[in-house]
């Protein structure tokens, strides 16, 4: 119920002389990052769907906040938290990302989790703060912050503690923070 009323808001856009088509069945209700009048979501520049339990809209300051078990996907990366507040530009364009509260992303072999995540839309560059810990295959990193750009193999940890497991080993589990490391 909720997908239908994003779609509702970022899709009414003031009719032309000669009205758009309609969009296909297919496209997901909850796609975000519309231009004018609606389109299929393989056109949008930086495609994302949101999908939650609430959803608020403040037009004012071009802002949109989803809540409750939020999921938000671009391409191959799965973020998950439960707060998220995006900021868009002109024809709905979301450009940056704020996520709060048990921040988890996926992107192939790589996971990082969180208490923050910030997501530059435009550059595709995600920084994850507050305890972050990330997985890269079976290496295990943590640190202050966590960094990389989705559709890359770079990763950044900042005050990393790194744990490279040998063959065969078990679940690996990290210790606390490095003493005089400096907290997010």
Do not use: H
Not at 4 to 16: E, H, K, N, R, S
Not at 48 to 72: G, L, S
């Amino acid at each position: 119920m909720i997908e239908y009323f994003v779609m509702a808001f970022f899709v009414a856009q003031p009719l032309a002389a000669k009205a758009a088509p309609a969009a296909p069945a297919a496209t997901p209700a909850s796609a975000v990052g519309l231009q004018a009048g609606p389109v299929a979501p393989t056109t949008f520049k930086n495609p994302i769907t949101i999908a939650a339990t609430k959803f608020q809209i403040i037009d004012k300051r071009k802002e949109a906040i989803w809540t409750e078990n939020v999921r938000a996907q671009r391409g191959e990366a799965d973020l998950r938290c439960d707060r998220l507040v995006a900021t868009y530009r002109g024809q709905q364009e979301i450009t940056r990302i704020q996520c709060l509260g048990r921040v988890e992303v996926r992107e192939k072999d790589l996971f990082v989790k969180g208490d923050r995540a910030d997501f530059d839309n435009v550059t595709g560059v995600l920084e994850v703060t507050g305890s972050p810990e990330a997985r890269k295959g079976n290496t295990v990193l943590k640190g202050s912050k966590v960094r990389f750009t989705l559709g890359t193999d770079l990763l950044e940890v900042t005050d990393s503690f790194t744990v490279f497991p040998s063959a065969g080993a078990g679940p690996v589990k990290l210790p606390g923070p490095r003493p005089g490391a400096k907290a997010p």
